[in-house]
């Protein structure tokens, strides 16, 4: 699959790729989070479980908990999602009541490493970052080159801050699709495209459906473990239509159909920009930017305006990392750049046949999206190339490490 599938374009350095694989077994992708401080209280309402996973989605894996603790999955929200090939640190918090003890959890591939109560509830975002310990597997020698590739990303003062490949589904990268669907009123094509996509699915029982359309002969022949795809076939054996059908998926699922589709706009968006300025910090009149910390977290408590009155200000504060250019999640809010970025933005929408109103849908409002900012250039944390040619570093939340390993690699990753 071509990155731009996903809106992605071009890299920001100019040193050589190399041939190398990533993600080959899950050891040789871990992720730990780093979360936010949470103060501990032995009567709190909320239970807080730090548990190390191996090769689990972040939501397969919520369903689980829930399941195993007779609880909605609705009273469990998490800091992070983490794709499913690799070792993952993350943080569950589940609502019990005071005094209800969680007893013996057993799942396989899950160890609970801590248990603590707060009154804080932990929801999405709620993390400084992420560290990655990622082994980069190759016939040559490359820690002479990955060191220069992070060297120019630093004098660049960032890299791309791209969604990943996996924001878009790690196996099936098509829920940006599914996502523009939805928000066309296509639901019918929406929900046959995530049960059978024939850009990417070869199995009988997927094409047997895109065939047949038979939802109560696919659900004899989708495979147990497939618990999305067959609770969309029950609901449309149910109800003998296609409208709704994503109402079975919890909320924080479903949205992630529009996030994507965002997600790709972004891509796209950013994508343009590079090739027009190739500079990771340079700021135009009518940017929006963002005050960001050593993470490159944004404070989204202020969204500055470039004007030419401020741009030469903006300009140093962006040389010397204190802030960064934000380009838009569109959503039904989103207030676009202006000058040379809102014509960027406009093209893209244009091109796509989507308008900012198209994200308030009608049909079904737990679906629309107000929309965000992101900003477009990110730096690492403590860089480091370890022995057998892994390398471990820190990101601030919501970047892709792929990303970086993208501008490293400069081919396909996996």
């Given at each position: ?66 399941d195993r603790l ?214 135009m009149e009518g940017?929006?930017l963002y005050s ?123």
């Amino acid at each position: 699959m071509d990155d731009s599938y996903i809106g992605i374009e071009g890299y920001s350095t100019t040193t050589p790729g190399i041939r190398a694989q990533i993600k080959y077994d899950p050891e040789s992708f871990i992720v730990n989070e780093i979360p936010i401080e949470l103060p501990q209280k032995p009567d709190g309402k909320y239970t807080v479980l730090k548990i190390r996973l191996t090769n689990w989605d972040t939501n397969k894996f919520l369903m689980h908990l829930a399941d195993r603790l007779h609880i909605s999955n609705k009273r469990i929200t998490y800091a992070g999602t983490k794709d499913k090939l690799g070792i993952t640190t993350q943080y569950f918090c589940i609502n019990l009541p005071a005094g209800q003890d969680i007893g013996e959890i057993h799942i396989k591939d899950a160890e609970i490493l801590s248990c603590f109560r707060t009154d804080r509830m932990i929801k999405l975002g709620d993390l400084m970052g992420n560290q990655f310990i990622i082994g980069i597997k190759s016939d040559d020698s490359i820690e002479e080159k990955i060191n220069n590739t992070v060297k120019q990303i630093m004098e660049n003062r960032g890299f791309p801050n791209f969604y990943g490949v996996q924001r878009f589904g790690s196996i099936r990268a098509n829920t940006h699709r599914i996502g523009k669907l939805i928000l066309q009123n296509k639901y019918a094509e929406a929900v046959k495209l995530y049960i059978y996509d024939p850009e990417f699915d070869v199995e009988d029982y997927r094409k047997h459906f895109g065939e047949t359309e038979d939802a109560e002969l696919a659900l004899k022949e989708f495979p147990e473990y497939l618990t999305f795809e067959r609770s969309l076939l029950g609901y449309i054996a149910r109800e003998k239509k296609y409208d709704n059908a994503f109402s079975v998926f919890p909320r924080n699922l479903s949205i992630l159909f529009i996030h994507a589709y965002q997600s790709y706009l972004f891509n796209r968006i950013l994508s343009a920009r590079m090739k027009l300025t190739g500079s990771m910090y340079s700021v135009m009149e009518g940017d929006l930017l963002y005050s960001v910390d050593s993470y490159c977290n944004p404070d989204k408590r202020e969204l500055i305006r470039a004007t030419k009155y401020n741009i030469d200000k903006l300009n140093r504060l962006s040389e010397e990392g204190r802030i960064r250019t934000a380009l838009p999640l569109i959503g039904y809010n989103t207030e676009m750049s202006g000058g040379v970025e809102g014509e960027i933005e406009s093209h893209v929408m244009e091109s796509e046949m989507i308008s900012t109103e198209d994200f308030d849908i009608s049909s079904n409002q737990k679906l629309g999206s107000s929309g965000d900012y992101r900003v477009m250039s990110v730096l690492p944390l403590n860089f480091m190339v370890l022995e057998k040619n892994r390398v471990n570093f820190s990101l601030g939340r919501g970047i892709y490490a792929t990303s970086l390993l993208r501008e490293i690699i400069k081919g396909n990753l996996y």
